[in-house]
């Protein structure tokens, strides 16, 4: 069953209890400019909260007996409010008491949507957007590249997301994704820093295989006898696998053993620090940062090896065919893709997860045959996108800073392409100088400008100071734009995902 709110306190009631909530707080600040959100009441036992820019500075306002847990100006006496900075210390207090601002794990049987936010900034226009739809938001979906490459900790993420969803409102509940880990280590500390979704990223434990039949062979018979026997009669001899369209040879066998084990191993020890550390956490085996589109065997593979370790996954990202190119539609032949994911699905369905789309944002062409395929049960990832429409704002709003943005990108290119993998070619971008302001915003609706734009983002965030500051001001500035062209952006894809 799908539980979402947008938070309205729209029975009479509750208007009144926030009322008197808020007439209090204009009867203690009488002097202070004032302007109080109503739609973020928050109350439990011996705690009040509301949301309120004080003097034009965002402000958490909170009165009760427990308001002692938090950190602020008092006004009012002692049974007076307490006005305090949204800052690291205060999120951990406010987590700690309004459970609905901290990450939790959402399941296998809701749609999931994940959004990146390299700004911390993102989390209220993403938000207003999927809070309109069945599906529920996973907020701070960083990897550990994209820490590194913004020079922010997880402690920045989930305060940008607790914050977020503090002044949205939104109580539906939503998770925060450690995403693309690859190690026991990384995940550990993501775990204890309140994630509530792993993405275990297998591409290091991905081996190669022989091309040569005979060493590959080889290789398959130095694995321990037992083992062979027992994946033998497992794949080779399984009925039920013709069903699921799944047919494996020796060779195939070999192949996928050789390749996969290992991933398996981690992933089984991945669950066992979850289980040990008594954690509800989302855990996600991703495939596809790979160069082989993952094959229906492969996937079976994985998925069955760890159903027999009782390993309980929330999503697997296979590599479909095609590709999921960063920040650009589709690319290849959709009806290819359909069928592709056709086939995952009817695996992840056996065992009862869902299936993960990586790289998922502007892939306008896919999104109805991932409704359809998923029946709506999807974990869809999307990150650079909401970074690229803070660039469209900045391009609108401020042409200077755009160009030496642009120039910025141009000139650390290829040190961004050590980190992702994508065409872009710059003989196809437009030369600044050939460009007038007013058409600068184009930019962003052209495939090679956009991923230009999209995979340098480090060199602007962390390495040039000044670059990073104006985006910052200018951003600040322009908010509520940039706010509203994120909803819009996010919207057009949840509605051709038939989430709306
Ligand atoms: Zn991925």
Redesign the pocket.
């Known amino acids: 069953m799908v539980i979402y709110t947008w938070y309205f306190n729209d029975n009479e009631k509750g208007t009144k209890t926030v009322r008197r909530y808020v007439e209090k707080i204009e009867s203690i600040l009488t002097e202070t400019p004032l302007d109080i959100h109503e739609d973020t009441y928050a109350a439990v036992e011996g705690l009040r909260a509301i949301y309120a820019h004080v003097d034009g500075k965002e402000r958490l306002i909170v009165d009760g007996n427990k308001s002692f847990r938090f950190k602020g100006d008092i006004a009012g006496g002692k049974s007076g409010i307490r006005v305090c900075p949204m800052d690291h210390e205060n999120r951990v207090a406010l987590n700690r008491d309004f459970a609905y601002t901290a990450p939790t794990a959402l399941g296998r049987d809701v749609a999931s949507f994940g959004c990146g936010d390299r700004l911390g900034i993102a989390g209220i226009g993403q938000l207003r957007a999927i809070a309109k739809t069945k599906v529920r938001p996973v907020l701070a979906q960083q990897s550990l590249r994209e820490l590194s490459l913004t020079g922010r900790t997880y402690e920045d993420i989930l305060d940008a997301a607790s914050w977020a969803v503090f002044k949205s409102g939104y109580k539906g509940g939503y998770g925060a994704d450690g ?2 880990l690859k190690s026991l280590e990384e995940i550990e500390t993501a775990l204890d820093h309140g994630v509530s979704m792993i ?1 275990l ?1 297998c591409s290091l434990v991905l081996e190669d295989v022989p091309e040569d039949e005979k060493e590959r062979a080889g290789a398959y018979a130095q694995l321990p006898a037992d083992y062979r026997e027992r994946v033998e009669k497992e794949y080779l001899q399984d009925e039920e696998l013709r069903d699921l369209g799944i047919d494996f040879d020796q060779a195939t066998l070999e192949n996928t053993v050789l390749v996969y084990r290992k991933a398996v191993d981690l992933a089984t020890e991945v669950y066992q620090l979850i289980k040990k550390k008594r954690l509800r956490v989302d855990l996600e085996i ?1 495939l ?2 790979t160069t082989h589109t993952t094959d229906l065997t492969a996937h079976y593979f994985v998925a069955n090896e760890l159903d027999e370790n009782l390993v309980k996954i929330n999503s697997l ?1 296979p590599r479909f065919v095609g590709e999921f190119q960063k920040a650009i539609d589709y690319i290849g032949d959709v009806d290819a893709f359909q069928e592709d994911l056709r086939a995952h699905c009817k695996i992840a369905d056996h065992f009862g997860y869902k299936i993960s789309i ?2 998922g944002s502007d892939k306008f062409m896919a999104f109805p045959s991932i409704a359809r395929e998923t029946k709506g049960r999807f974990h869809l ?1 999307t990150s650079g996108t909401s970074w690229l429409e803070a660039v469209r704002v900045i391009s609108q709003c401020d042409p200077a800073l755009y160009r030496d943005m642009h120039q910025a990108a141009l000139e650390n290119l290829d040190r961004a392409r050590a980190f992702y993998a994508v065409h872009c070619d710059t003989s196809k971008i437009r030369p600044l100088d050939e460009v007038a302001d007013e058409d600068l915003p184009k930019y962003m609706q052209e495939d090679d400008a956009r991923q230009l734009l999209h995979i340098t983002y480090g060199y602007m965030l962390k390495e040039n100071e000044e670059i990073h500051s104006r985006i910052c001001k200018v951003l600040s500035e322009h908010i509520d734009e940039y706010t509203a062209a994120l909803e819009k952006h996010i919207e057009k894809h949840l509605h051709l995902l038939d989430c709306v």
């Open positions: 995403d693309h993405t990223d991703s596809d940062e990202a990586h790289s990832k």
